[in-house]
């Protein structure tokens, strides 16, 4: 296991859709607050298109989503969520979208950010990787490493007021190969009750909570771990923790 994480002071979670932060590490972030971190959630999408059977028009849509995530990052105790204006289904990752990145990354200045796994294509569990999944997480990792770092990229933002900051390393979650695990014992309950404010997406509660604790005490056991949260971890550089 990598023991190299150190509580962070303040972290910043990347997403594709309104339920994805909860869903790839919502305990994490649940046990890194109540242990003192300052949290962070930055949507790339507003989940407009998340309704396979169209009971609702994508702005309805969007509405009831923006809704249900700030309810869950209420509940994880998120100090600020911001949902960018951007469709579901449309990410490219490309200058735009790093540089959205990268305003958040000097706005918030983490020392850790979480953020989907880019690499995976064809899931776990089967399936096809969400498009979006893919593109905000090369996004994120292309504005980590090289795009939020040195003043002349984006040059507008640094004179809106906002500064390069280094990033201490990156957490992806949904890694094909993981090496480490965040132990989210005492903190499954609030993970469940975040992904149960995302109505839309999941209609039964019951069925949700016992899915995800069966997950986690899954992904735990494989780790001598009661409850655990399963990323591949970015270094970025050599220090023995996020702290300084």
């Given at each position: 296991m990598d023991e190299s994480i150190s509580i962070p002071r303040r972290v910043l979670v990347v997403a594709a859709h309104p339920d994805d932060a909860e869903g790839g590490a919502g305990g994490t972030v649940a046990k890194w607050v109540r242990l003192g971190a300052e949290a962070h959630i930055?949507?790339?999408?507003?989940?407009?298109?998340?309704?396979?059977?169209?009971?609702?028009?994508?702005?309805?849509?969007?509405?009831?989503?923006?809704?249900e995530a700030r309810a869950a990052a209420d509940i994880l105790g998120v100090t600020e969520l911001v949902i960018l204006p951007r469709?579901?289904?449309?990410?490219?990752?490309?200058?735009?979208?790093?540089?959205d990145v990268a305003h958040y990354l000097r706005r918030w200045q983490p020392d850790v950010v979480l953020t989907h796994d880019p690499r995976v294509v064809f899931g776990a569990r089967g399936g096809v990787n969400h498009a979006d999944h893919r593109a905000i997480g090369e996004a994120t990792?292309?504005?980590?490493?090289?795009?939020?770092?040195?003043?002349?990229?984006?040059?507008?933002q640094i004179t809106e007021g906002l500064t390069p900051h280094v990033i201490r390393g990156v957490l992806l979650w949904g890694a094909e190969h993981p090496d480490h695990w965040e132990d989210v014992t005492g903190f499954v309950d609030c993970k469940i009750?975040?992904?149960?404010?995302?109505?839309?997406?999941?209609?039964?509660?019951?069925?949700t909570g016992q899915r995800t604790r069966e997950r986690l005490a899954q992904v735990g056991a494989m780790q001598g771990?009661?409850?655990?949260?399963?990323?591949?971890?970015?270094?970025l550089v050599a220090v023995s923790g996020y702290c300084s």
């Open positions: 930055l949507i790339a999408t507003n989940g407009d298109k998340g309704d396979d059977e169209a009971k609702s028009t994508p702005e309805e849509l969007a509405a009831i989503r923006a809704s469709r579901d289904g449309e990410l490219i990752s490309g200058i735009e979208l790093r540089g990792l292309d504005a980590v490493f090289h795009f939020n770092g040195g003043p002349h990229h984006y040059p507008e009750e975040a992904l149960q404010q995302h109505h839309s997406q999941f209609g039964d509660p019951q069925r771990l009661g409850f655990a949260e399963a990323f591949a971890h970015v270094r």
